[in-house]
């Protein structure tokens, strides 16, 4: 082989031919219980605006108390005194009205989704109803919270469809409660942590007192109350031990027996 022979560029070789196959797999989401979803538990609670919501819609009119202008709002409210209570608080002073609005119907959109899914639907369902039947069937959450929980939740305040399911009760009290209320939650999180068990009432517990004084600490405290906010659901379902909030709570506990 000559020397110009030997500093020829060679041809680079073809690549190796690759070949993938791949394969789509579709699942269908569908709802697995048989029969309608069960109901969260409410205490017999029912809206007097319809649906299965356990919170009422209300049109409330009366006086301004800065321009003594007539004024009306609306409400999402469990009774009427509620509804008035919230309307004085945004300054309507009597004499008031107020008047049951219904629930808002489902959309059609709404309804073809939940047939596309085999959802059941019993009659009377609002808007919000079929909403939180579709996210349970979709979110894999068909199982209906513990009674203890939504009875709790529902003697908060917080809003919701009975349809809810256990993940999305939760959530929407993590995402509803503030204050002294938010640090009771997260502070019965806490203690349901370290002691172990599910998610329930926890009014019925022994040490429930010292939950609920923790929270009200917890609200009265700026830099708590700024690390309780930060707090999401998934930290309130496995609360981080790193957190300033979380050390104060767990020390609180333990100081009182709790723990």
Request: glycine share 8%; with cysteine.
């Amino acid at each position: 082989m000559g020397l110009f022979s030997f500093l020829k560029k060679k041809e680079p070789e073809p690549a190796p031919a690759i070949t993938a196959t791949i394969h789509a797999q579709t699942v269908e989401v569908k709802q697995r219980t048989h029969g309608e979803l069960p109901l969260a538990e409410i205490g017999g609670y029912v809206s007097p605006s319809g649906g299965f919501v356990n919170y009422g819609r209300f049109c409330v009119t009366g006086m301004n108390s800065s321009t003594g202008r007539k004024n009306t709002k609306r409400y999402e409210a469990q009774t009427e005194a509620d509804a008035r209570a919230a309307a004085a608080d945004d300054g309507l002073v009597e004499p008031m009205t107020v008047q049951v609005e219904p629930q808002i119907p489902p959309t059609d959109r709404q309804m073809d989704y939940a047939l596309e899914l085999e959802a059941m639907l019993p009659d009377g369902v609002c808007k919000d109803d079929v909403s939180a039947i579709i996210s349970r069937i979709t979110d894999e959450d068909e199982a209906a919270p513990d009674p203890g929980l939504s009875l709790y939740a529902h003697a908060c305040g917080v809003k919701f469809s009975r349809f809810v399911g256990e993940k999305a009760l939760l959530s929407y009290m993590v995402s509803q409660m503030h204050g002294a209320a938010r640090g009771e939650l997260y502070a019965y999180a806490v203690y349901r942590q370290e002691s172990g068990g599910r998610f329930s009432d926890p009014r019925g517990l022994s040490v429930y007192e010292f939950l609920h004084s923790c929270g009200a600490e917890i609200a009265e405290d700026p830099a708590l109350l700024k690390s309780l906010e930060d707090r999401d659901v998934y930290d309130f379902a496995g609360p981080n031990r790193g957190t300033k909030v979380y050390k104060m709570a767990a020390a609180r506990l333990k100081q009182c027996g709790a723990l």
